[in-house]
């Protein structure tokens, strides 16, 4: 133990939690597959975006979003894959 240091400054209490902070998990985990882009966060930072090309419909792309954890999957957009966005902000 350090001279002098009671054990309060050795294990200060943890913080308190704040809001809208993402925790990244210790190891990769994987939330979603066969996309063709990065991806956005919402400005909550709860849900991802990302786009997805000739998945389901060849010659169309989606712009799916889904919460952190990969589910709840809700496209946004559908078009032409011509037309697909090169990025996501």
Known sequence: ????AGWHELYP????????VL??????Q???RQIDSGIAFSPEGQ???YVRQN???VGKYRIPTASLEGNSE?????????EAPNALA
């Open 1 to 4: 133990m350090v001279r002098g």
């Open 13 to 20: 209490r943890p913080r308190r939690r704040e809001k809208n």
């Open 23 to 28: 925790d990244i998990p210790l190891y990769p």
């Open 30 to 32: 994987t939330v979603v």
């Open 47 to 49: 849900h991802i975006a």
């Open 55 to 57: 998945n389901p419909q």
């Open 74 to 82: 809700t496209v946004l957009q559908i078009g032409a894959v011509s």
